[in-house]
Nanobody
């Protein structure tokens, strides 16, 4: 079993910042690809940022230069630093980890950008 627990969402004004965290636990051996997805109201879930086992991080065009994904290998935790937030970033944000071809998801954390 693999569990992902997200935290750090909330309400923020336009131009503000938030930092999301995702702690992974369970049968995880080695460094696995992880990522952040989001689902805006009434829309499909979309990739926001990904950090592979090795290699470079990857970002959606809409967040490049504003969001940064990082990980703490020792804590099995991935972070998403979100700066210069705008109302279009409002969504439920989900953490993902891929193990052996299987995708595991967190419960999601709401991010609302509004004045």
């Amino acid at each position: 079993q693999v569990q992902l627990v997200e935290s750090g969402g909330g309400l923020v004004q336009p131009g503000g910042s938030l930092r999301l965290s995702c702690a992974a636990s369970g049968y995880i051996y080695g460094i696995k690809p992880m990522g952040w997805f989001r689902q805006p109201p009434g829309k499909e879930r979309e990739l926001v940022a990904a950090i592979p086992s090795v290699g470079m991080t990857n970002y959606a065009d809409s967040v490049k230069g504003r969001f940064t994904i990082s990980r703490d290998v020792g804590k099995n935790t991935v972070y998403l630093q979100m700066n210069s937030l705008n109302p279009e970033d409002t969504a439920v944000y989900y953490c993902n980890i891929r193990i052996g071809g299987n995708d595991y998801w967190g419960q999601g954390t709401q991010v609302t950008v509004s004045s």
